[in-house]
């Protein structure tokens, strides 16, 4: 079946430097959603990209839509410790589906050294 | 608005007890699923409502039941739990289909013993 895939799975940065998570599909993607996980919280919402090169930005965070729009990034520049958690993407899957269902990468765990 | 509440927040069964997770939402959203947490899974869909009345499978259904009898309400029925379900479970809901930013709820953990 479909797939977003995830990279990298970890991460462990120095705080203030900076990071970056890809979104990878072997189809191209309707639209992309981000999402946040804390440690012990659940997923929030962070941002949709809809359009072929789309770029958004949130204070620090930078979101990319590939100009194929089968691949994403997040970057966040100069990490600091509130950045810690998972970053998960998900999109639709290709077929679109009567259900809506989205697909869910495994995500990014990011921690940050003080 | 509370948005997504689930009841309870921590859970433990022996292996063959039943028991139900509870999830609710005050913004009126049509759409409602369940998913399971599991470390280096990601997050996988068990069952799915688009509106009251209408359930459906999503990605890891066996060994549990949803029923969707008023729009608020998306119960979980675990109906003999085993090892394997313990996990964290996760309900959200989102605004009509589940394409839109999907509102998801504090969790359960569950340990089955």
């Known amino acids: 079946g479909q797939q977003v895939m995830q990279i990298p799975q970890y991460q462990h940065v120095q705080e203030g430097e900076d990071f970056t998570t890809y979104c990878n599909s072997s189809?191209?993607?309707?639209?992309i959603q981000w999402y946040k996980q804390r440690p012990g919280g659940h997923p929030v919402f962070l941002i949709q990209?809809?359009?072929?090169?789309e770029v958004k930005k949130q204070k620090r965070l930078t979101f990319q839509f590939g100009e194929a729009k089968k691949n994403s990034s997040l970057h966040i520049t100069a990490t600091q410790t509130t950045d810690v958690g998972t970053y998960f993407c998900?999109?639709?899957?290709?077929?679109?589906?009567?259900?809506?269902?989205?697909?869910f990468g495994k995500g990014t765990k990011l921690s940050v050294k003080p | 608005n509370a948005g997504v509440t689930q009841t309870p927040k921590f859970q433990v069964l022996k292996t063959g007890q039943s028991m139900t997770l509870q999830c609710a939402q005050d913004?009126?959203?049509?759409?409602m699923s369940w998913y399971r947490q599991d470390p280096g899974m990601g997050l996988r869909l068990i069952h799915y409502?688009?509106?009251?009345?209408?359930?459906d499978q999503g990605e890891v259904p066996n060994g549990y039941n949803v029923s969707r009898s008023t729009t608020e309400d998306f119960p979980l029925r675990l109906l003999s739990a085993a090892p394997s379900q313990t996990s964290v479970y996760f309900c959200?809901?989102?605004?009509?289909?589940?394409?839109?930013?999907?509102?998801f709820g504090p969790g359960t953990r569950l340990t089955v013993l």
């Open positions: 959200a809901s989102s605004y009509r289909t589940g394409f839109n930013e999907q509102f």
């Open positions: 189809t191209t993607l309707s639209n």
């Open positions: 990209l809809v359009k072929s090169g």
């Open positions: 998900a999109a639709p899957p290709r077929n679109g589906g009567s259900q809506g269902n989205l697909i």
């Open positions: 913004m009126n959203h049509e759409y």
């Open positions: 409502s688009v509106g009251a009345g209408i359930t």
